[in-house]
């Protein structure tokens, strides 16, 4: 096939400031190029793939509090979020519904829709937390899941786990965290929000975001193996029985890719990280409130901040890569390619622009 333009190249991550992924570690890269034909779904045609998934499952579980961890790699965040919502359905009777913060992530829309179950978004308090009233007043019989966000995609904020732990057991609901975004760097802070803080059932925490694994690597975990049940379907042509995961054929570089990441940055690794992305945020969010923007404080590394129309255009113009809250604030995300001096020249386009 004749080709008129030359092949694209992948994007330039010098002015990206809005993206949840990052470029991968090397050794995550490699070794997903390593894999990118084996088929982890087909554990009894690929048995080494399929190591390294049971490794890495160990090693997450490691990240986020469990020792028994059960679950897998799979395409991302949303699949998780789905799964734990299929899991929390198929384990309860007659029609379910869902309970979570109206900060949840959009894939609960999605679980919601696909399921056919309800979903109820509580309202968040003044510093953009689940108002645990608000989703203890949403719960009732009928609720077999509460899902509470542990960084949440347009603020960072954390929710009060385990209290929200406590409405789930008032209602005999089942506990779900989302930590896609935040499971890479919660572990060094004294945030509560794992299997070892509190009674959580199900985690949603993605390789591929801040654990710096190639795109797509996705992680689910349980604390309990009838989880894993209650999602597993026969397999009729395949040599292993059932099969708990969404997806079929699955990435053989985002498991490896995940393997490679955590065995060369957990823990050291991701808490340098961590510590060097936080640095970045409280940075960025200083010198934007000395120049008179109202900035959301960074809890975790991701800062959002109250910027007019034009100026965000215009920095759009400049090639800065940004993205906005559902309220319109600025937001940029620390990722690990974000460094001092990408946000030094973020700083001085937006002088170019506005009144810094
Ligand atoms: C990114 C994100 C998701 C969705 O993950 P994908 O990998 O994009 O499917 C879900 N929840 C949170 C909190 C996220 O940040």
Known sequence: ??????????????????????????????????????????PATYPAVADLETEAIDALGEVVGLDDPHGYVGSGGTEANIQAVRAARNLADGDVNVVAPESAHFSFQKAADVLGVELLLAP????????VDAVADLADD??????????????????????????????????????????????????????????????????????????????????????????????????????PTLGGTRSGAGVAGTHAALDALWPEGYRDQYERSQANADYLAAELREHGYDVVDPVLPLVAADLPDAEFEALREDGWRISRTATGELRVVCMPHVTREMLDDFLASLSGVGNV
């Not at 968040?124 to 108002?131: C, N």
């Not at 919660?186 to 949603?204: G, K, N």
């Open 1 to 42: 096939m004749p080709r008129a333009e030359p092949t694209p190249a992948p994007q330039d991550f010098d002015r990206v400031l809005s993206s949840m992924c990052t470029e991968p570690h090397p050794a995550a890269r490699e070794a997903a190029v390593a894999f990118l034909a084996d088929n982890p779904g087909d």
């Open 142 to 243: 009928d609720t077999a899941l509460v899902a509470g966000v542990a960084g949440t995609t347009e603020y960072g904020r954390v929710d009060p786990i385990p209290a929200l732990a406590d409405v789930a057991a008032d209602v005999d609901a089942r506990l779900h965290v989302d930590a896609a975004w935040g499971g890479f760097v919660l572990p060094f802070t004294d945030h509560d929000w794992s299997f070892a803080d509190a009674p959580v059932d199900t985690m949603t925490i993605d390789p591929h975001k801040m654990g710096q694994a190639p795109i797509p690597a996705g992680g689910f975990l349980a604390r309990d193996a009838e989880t894993l049940d209650a999602l597993a379907i026969d397999t009729p042509y395949l040599e292993s029985d059932t099969q």
């Open 124 to 131: 968040t308090d003044d510093d953009h937390r689940a108002d």
